[in-house]
């Protein structure tokens, strides 16, 4: 005995979360799945960047301190601030 | 896919809309209030907002070390935090004067995360605790009160005692009369 199935509606459910190792961001304190002080949405407008170092902050907030800055140095460990590339499917957002 | 973007469409809606009710509280503090609300202070401190408690970017701060030359004192402290915080550091001066190598007869103090080692991952609370490790071990190799620096150096014992009579019973050193520290503002 088999159902003839007819889907009639369907709703589709998705989430997504910055894989940053911590709820917020250390130079704002912001959640990094929010919008950092100068963001206005979170997600693809307000950006988390890693450093080679492995921490992780808002764009617009490792960029202020950056441009501040003499030294680029990380703020957490005070290493050679480089930006990492993003592993190829990797950290996506969506 | 058209209920997803409907959705992301939303979500925008609803974060502009929170934006506008907070549209009075600067970025700084934003930053301020999340400190204040995570403070964790050791015991022998306390804050307190004398312009109020919505005036949070001005607070001051009372510490009594509890061990250390100037166990017994009791130091005021003002912070300003400028609208720029995190990414510039709290402005902190010491109100009680006090003989001290690294703070001087205006109460500027010489603490390395209040000016070059500041970065902005740093809090509130550490800058108190900056602070407290200041009176627990003061540096003479770093001296903005470069008589008291080099007491402190060259006789030690001698250091020793005119902390302890100045911050108890007050007294003049080199020409500067010191009042005893009761967490007072020395004008």
């Known amino acids: 005995m088999t159902f003839d199935v007819k889907i009639k509606k ?85 | 896919m058209i209920k997803l973007f409907s959705v992301k469409e939303k979500a925008k809606k609803d974060a502009a809309a929170a934006n506008g009710k907070q549209q009075k509280t600067t970025a700084g503090e934003l930053r301020v209030q999340k400190d204040i609300s995570e403070l964790d202070l050791p015991k022998n401190v306390s804050l307190r907002f004398p312009d109020g408690n919505d005036k949070i970017m001005n607070f001051e701060v009372t510490l009594k070390p509890d061990e250390g030359l100037y166990k017994g004192g009791a130091f005021l402290f003002s912070f300003a935090v400028p609208s720029g915080y995190p990414h510039d550091p709290p402005k902190v001066k010491c109100l009680t004067k006090v003989y001290h190598p690294n703070i001087d007869l205006e109460g500027n103090i010489c603490l390395n995360i209040l000016r070059e080692d500041w970065k902005p991952v740093l809090t509130i609370t550490a800058v108190i605790y900056g602070l407290n490790f200041l009176f627990l071990a003061p540096n003479a190799d770093d001296p903005l009160n470069k008589e008291a620096a080099q007491m402190m150096q060259q006789s030690p014992a001698q250091f020793e005692r005119l902390v302890a009579q100045s911050i108890t019973r007050g007294c003049s050193i080199g020409g500067d009369y010191f009042p005893p520290c009761r967490g007072e503002r020395s004008s």
Request: glycine share 10%; proline share 7%; aromatic share 12%.
């Open chain 1, 10 to 94: 369907w709703h589709a459910v998705a989430s997504w979360t910055w894989n940053a190792g911590d709820d917020v961001c250390g130079i704002c304190r912001m959640p990094f799945d929010g919008c950092p002080p100068d963001g206005k949405y979170p997600g693809d407008d307000s950006p988390v960047v890693w450093g080679v170092c492995t921490h992780a902050f808002h764009l617009q907030c490792i960029n202020r301190w950056l441009q501040s800055q003499a030294e680029q140095k990380c703020p957490f460990c005070r290493r050679q601030w480089e930006f990492k590339q993003a592993a190829v499917g990797g950290e996506d957002s969506d």
